[in-house]
């Protein structure tokens, strides 16, 4: 049981929480820039050239995109349950709920992982193997220079993500949380749902594409 | 004066070892690595100029030849603009200042501010690698596709020191904000915080939300660079004018990240030195404010001529007159500040007054280039270079040298000496004028940026330029000297030297490693001076003289 006393600059513990929280908040709001621009940049260019980026879109494998999808939804839910049942000083089911979480991010990269190998096999992935097929013109390589960086720099994030969530997995197993403080764990929280609705973003941009009708 | 004593157990002298420094948590102490790390590359960046400024005193360039010129004015704008202009006042002066102007103990994240120090360092030890290692030749904006494609100098080097250097950035200003959010001492309600910190929370604001989509662009150009494809290639359809939007999308906003701060600085030596309030105080907050807001949207104004729709040049424009409309109201108050004070002119309030008239003639020439038909004619011309350097150098360098004398005192405990000091500030004035009031003509008179050589009719105004560039040189190193010289020799300086009003004078100089004994409690509004008989009233309602 570590001691509960707010760091030098702050009043009080709730001023210290709040205070983390905000500064979590205002790093998303960072990170919504950062996406941003990327997506911006995806959107300018299927607007310029949307025949191309449906044909290319065709490629890509939806249902591996949902499973991950779904994965990723439910790791949001276990993350959240281990808030709660901190809340509750059940401490066990706690830890228990942050290594399924950080399960349900390796197992996310994982399908990916297996995706970028599908990828390589139908000759999307540019600069290594990328071929245009029957009626696609180069604009269609740019849909998958998105879809590359855009998803890599997604799994990086998920990646420092699921790291914390292993760290604090073993820091709530050694009862460094406790219904009396747990604010690390609500501001990991906070950016793992944000990583999780970035997904959501990407996949709504990717994988839909030229399969309506 | 009141009674002077030097104070036992100082933030400096709490602790003395080499590790105590590296991996302090003092914002104050913080403060002075950056202010380290900033000052060694305003040299490096100086140094770069002055090959330039050498090169051109001879129209046949040969001092340099083509390439090396090249590679000399990219690295002075990289190294100036992030690794000096950028974190310049805010991780200096601002790490120093913010808590103790609204009466704090420290910054909210003191281990991400000095994680900052860090990062902002690795990413220097990148940029003196690409240095090192041959340079960069695109110029500090990296325009596609020369840049991808074609430059085969160090172009991923330096882009992935960029993003590197923002995330030093985007932490010290994340921790600003949150700071003033929820650490102010009570009573220091937002319409009592001092402008500095106004114009210190609007620069974050701007860090915060422009930061991160350069991060992405140089990301995607050093992608693009190091693979030899990506999605700016045109033989791909992609769109080099994309990378101009994304990339002015934060390097306009960043001039006002350069700029905010200092407009900060200004206001309180101004007000403190003319012994008056700041005349229209919530005017001033409010248009720092603007400023921070509508300059996300001025951008398009640095690609008129690049192929951008007619339409797109116009709103452009517009919105670029419609920023400078706050920005007139900075300098009307500030002159209406002056207005009946009672004024001194010490070393501060030189570099503050050559901030204001270097500020107005480098906003004023703003609007002749965000003026369409007239921009057509100058831009990429020495025109845009002597408009930019009036703000930045002119402007921002001018109020951080004035910040640093005013508050070095409270820094160091010590004063410099002051008529060293004011010839310093004269000479910048008088320096900085010759070396770039004759650009404005070479431009107008049709003078190209980023020419090694130049047709010989230009040979009298760049001789110029260079002579002034020598003055400015030696006025800038001078400070480096005499505040040196201080930190052994000076007078003790005392809690408050200036009879100032802000918090940060009403605890010791230099402060404790707490900043305050006990936490202040704010009654009154900044600036309570009175220029007729001198008085003032402290931020936490201490009537003086």
């Given at each position: 049981?570590?001691?509960?006393?707010?760091?030098?600059?702050?009043?009080?513990?709730?001023?210290?929480?709040?205070?983390?929280?905000?500064?979590?908040?205002?790093?998303?709001?960072?990170?919504?820039?950062?996406f941003?621009?990327?997506?911006?940049?995806?959107?300018?260019?299927?607007?310029?050239?949307?025949?191309?980026?449906?044909?290319a879109?065709?490629?890509?494998?939806?249902?591996?995109?949902?499973?991950?999808?779904?994965?990723?939804?439910?790791?949001?839910?276990?993350?959240?349950?281990?808030?709660?049942?901190?809340?509750?000083d059940?401490i066990?089911?706690?830890?228990?709920?942050?290594?399924?979480?950080?399960?349900?991010?390796?197992?996310?990269?994982g399908v990916?992982?297996?995706?970028?190998?599908?990828?390589?096999?139908?000759?999307?992935?540019?600069?290594l193997?990328?071929?245009?097929?029957?009626?696609?013109?180069?604009?269609?390589?740019?849909?998958?220079?998105?879809?590359?960086?855009?998803?890599?720099?997604?799994?990086?994030?998920?990646?420092?993500?699921?790291?914390?969530?292993?760290?604090?997995?073993?820091?709530?197993?050694?009862?460094?949380?406790?219904a009396?403080?747990y604010?690390?764990?609500?501001?990991?929280?906070?950016?793992?749902?944000?990583?999780?609705?970035?997904?959501?973003?990407?996949?709504a941009?990717?994988?839909?594409?030229?399969?309506?009708? | 004066?009141t009674?002077?004593?030097?104070?036992?157990?100082?933030?400096?002298?709490?602790?003395?070892?080499?590790?105590?420094?590296?991996?302090?948590?003092?914002?104050?102490?913080?403060?002075?690595l950056?202010f380290?790390?900033?000052?060694?590359?305003?040299?490096?960046?100086?140094?770069?100029?002055t090959?330039?400024?050498?090169?051109?005193?001879?129209?046949?360039?040969?001092?340099?030849?083509?390439?090396?010129?090249?590679?000399?004015?990219t690295?002075?704008?990289?190294?100036?603009?992030?690794?000096?202009?950028?974190?310049?006042?805010?991780?200096?002066?601002g790490?120093?200042?913010?808590?103790?102007?609204?009466?704090?103990?420290?910054?909210?994240?003191?281990?991400?501010?000095?994680?900052?120090w860090?990062?902002f360092?690795?990413?220097?030890?990148?940029?003196?690698?690409?240095?090192?290692a041959?340079?960069?030749?695109?110029?500090?904006?990296?325009?596609?596709?020369?840049?991808?494609?074609?430059?085969?100098s160090?172009?991923?080097?330096?882009?992935?020191?960029?993003?590197?250097?923002?995330f030093?950035?985007?932490?010290?200003?994340?921790?600003?904000?949150?700071?003033?959010?929820r650490?102010?001492?009570?009573?220091?309600t937002?319409?009592?915080?001092?402008?500095?910190i106004?114009?210190i929370?609007?620069?974050?604001?701007?860090?915060?939300?422009?930061?991160p989509?350069?991060?992405?662009?140089?990301?995607?150009?050093?992608?693009?660079?190091?693979?030899?494809i990506?999605?700016?290639?045109?033989?791909?359809?992609?769109?080099?004018?994309?990378?101009?939007?994304m990339?002015?999308?934060?390097?306009?906003?960043?001039?006002?990240?350069?700029?905010?701060?200092?407009?900060g600085?200004?206001?309180?030596?101004?007000?403190?030195?003319?012994?008056?309030?700041?005349?229209?105080?919530?005017?001033?907050?409010?248009?720092?404010?603007?400023?921070?807001?509508?300059?996300?949207?001025?951008?398009?104004?640095h690609?008129?001529?690049?192929?951008?729709?007619?339409?797109?040049?116009?709103?452009?424009?517009?919105?670029?007159?419609?920023?400078?409309?706050?920005?007139?109201?900075?300098?009307?108050?500030w002159?209406?500040?002056?207005?009946r004070?009672?004024i001194?002119?010490?070393a501060?309030?030189?570099?503050?007054l050559?901030?204001?008239?270097?500020?107005?003639?480098?906003?004023?020439?703003?609007?002749?280039?965000?003026?369409?038909?007239?921009?057509?004619?100058?831009?990429?011309?020495y025109?845009?270079?002597?408009?930019?350097?009036?703000?930045?150098?002119?402007?921002?360098?001018?109020?951080?040298?004035?910040?640093?004398?005013?508050?070095?005192?409270?820094?160091?405990?010590?004063?410099?000496?002051?008529?060293w000091?004011r010839?310093?500030?004269?000479?910048?004035?008088?320096?900085?004028?010759?070396?770039?009031?004759?650009?404005?003509?070479?431009?107008?008179?049709?003078?190209?940026?980023?020419?090694?050589?130049?047709?010989?009719e230009?040979?009298?105004?760049?001789v110029?330029?260079?002579?002034?560039?020598?003055?400015?040189?030696?006025?800038?190193?001078?400070?480096?000297?005499?505040?040196?010289?201080?930190?052994?020799?000076?007078?003790?300086?005392?809690?408050?030297?200036?009879?100032?009003?802000?918090?940060?004078?009403?605890?010791?100089?230099?402060?404790?490693?707490?900043?305050?004994?006990?936490?202040?409690?704010?009654?009154?509004?900044?600036?309570?001076?009175?220029?007729?008989?001198?008085?003032?009233?402290?931020?936490?309602?201490?009537?003086?003289?």
């Amino acid at each position: 049981m570590v001691e509960l006393r707010p760091e030098p600059q702050y009043a009080t513990l709730a001023r210290q929480t709040e205070t983390a929280q905000l500064g979590m908040w205002v790093f998303l709001a960072t990170e919504v820039l950062f996406f941003g621009a990327l997506i911006f940049g995806y959107y300018i260019y299927r607007i310029s050239y949307p025949d191309q980026f449906l044909l290319a879109g065709q490629d890509t494998k939806l249902l591996l995109g949902s499973i991950n999808t779904a994965l990723l939804l439910t790791s949001s839910v276990t993350m959240v349950a281990s808030i709660e049942y901190v809340k509750r000083d059940d401490i066990a089911r706690a830890a228990a709920a942050l290594f399924i979480t950080a399960l349900l991010g390796f197992a996310f990269l994982g399908v990916k992982g297996y995706e970028y190998v599908e990828d390589y096999r139908d000759h999307t992935v540019p600069l290594l193997n990328f071929l245009l097929k029957p009626s696609q013109h180069p604009p269609a390589e740019l849909f998958w220079l998105f879809y590359f960086i855009a998803t890599g720099i997604h799994a990086v994030h998920l990646s420092i993500g699921i790291v914390a969530v292993l760290v604090m997995a073993f820091h709530t197993r050694h009862r460094r949380y406790s219904a009396a403080y747990y604010s690390p764990l609500e501001v990991l929280g906070l950016y793992w749902s944000f990583v999780d609705a970035v997904w959501l973003f990407l996949f709504a941009a990717i994988y839909p594409l030229g399969r309506a009708g | 004066m009141t009674a002077i004593a030097e104070p036992v157990d100082s933030y400096l002298t709490a602790e003395s070892t080499i590790a105590s420094w590296l991996l302090t948590k003092d914002h104050k102490r913080i403060a002075l690595l950056f202010f380290a790390s900033v000052t060694a590359f305003f040299f490096v960046g100086g140094f770069a100029a002055t090959l330039i400024r050498l090169n051109l005193i001879n129209p046949s360039g040969t001092l340099l030849g083509p390439d090396l010129y090249n590679r000399m004015f990219t690295m002075h704008g990289i190294v100036m603009v992030w690794f000096f202009l950028i974190p310049s006042i805010p991780a200096t002066l601002g790490n120093f200042l913010v808590p103790l102007m609204i009466g704090a103990r420290d910054l909210a994240f003191p281990r991400l501010n000095l994680a900052s120090w860090y990062v902002f360092n690795i990413s220097g030890a990148m940029a003196i690698y690409f240095i090192v290692a041959g340079g960069v030749d695109t110029g500090w904006t990296f325009y596609t596709p020369y840049s991808t494609l074609f430059s085969n100098s160090h172009v991923m080097a330096a882009a992935l020191a960029v993003f590197v250097n923002g995330f030093s950035t985007i932490m010290t200003a994340l921790n600003f904000v949150v700071t003033i959010h929820r650490l102010r001492a009570p009573g220091m309600t937002w319409f009592r915080l001092p402008l500095f910190i106004w114009s210190i929370y609007a620069t974050s604001i701007v860090m915060l939300l422009a930061t991160p989509v350069l991060a992405m662009t140089v990301l995607l150009i050093a992608l693009e660079h190091g693979l030899g494809i990506g999605i700016f290639d045109p033989a791909l359809g992609g769109d080099p004018l994309l990378f101009q939007h994304m990339f002015w999308f934060y390097s306009h906003p960043a001039v006002y990240i350069m700029i905010l701060p200092a407009m900060g600085v200004a206001s309180e030596l101004i007000s403190c030195f003319a012994r008056r309030p700041v005349f229209g105080y919530k005017g001033m907050a409010y248009a720092v404010m603007a400023i921070a807001i509508i300059g996300f949207f001025v951008w398009g104004h640095h690609m008129f001529v690049a192929g951008i729709s007619t339409f797109a040049g116009v709103m452009f424009s517009f919105m670029s007159f419609i920023v400078a409309v706050p920005s007139a109201i900075k300098v009307f108050n500030w002159t209406a500040t002056l207005h009946r004070g009672s004024i001194s002119f010490d070393a501060p309030m030189l570099y503050a007054l050559s901030f204001i008239g270097l500020f107005t003639i480098g906003g004023l020439t703003g609007l002749n280039l965000a003026t369409l038909p007239i921009d057509v004619h100058v831009t990429g011309t020495y025109f845009v270079i002597a408009h930019f350097h009036y703000i930045m150098v002119g402007g921002t360098v001018s109020a951080f040298f004035g910040g640093l004398h005013y508050w070095w005192p409270k820094i160091t405990g010590r004063l410099y000496p002051e008529m060293w000091a004011r010839a310093a500030a004269i000479l910048t004035f008088l320096g900085f004028n010759v070396t770039f009031f004759p650009q404005f003509i070479l431009g107008y008179l049709g003078m190209p940026r980023r020419y090694y050589a130049y047709p010989p009719e230009f040979q009298v105004w760049n001789v110029l330029s260079s002579a002034g560039a020598s003055i400015l040189a030696i006025a800038y190193v001078m400070p480096l000297v005499y505040l040196g010289w201080s930190l052994l020799w000076g007078k003790q300086a005392g809690a408050n030297p200036w009879g100032a009003t802000g918090l940060e004078w009403r605890t010791t100089s230099p402060p404790p490693e707490h900043n305050f004994d006990r936490t202040p409690v704010v009654t009154e509004a900044p600036y309570r001076y009175n220029p007729e008989d001198g008085s003032y009233v402290t931020q936490d309602g201490v009537a003086n003289g």
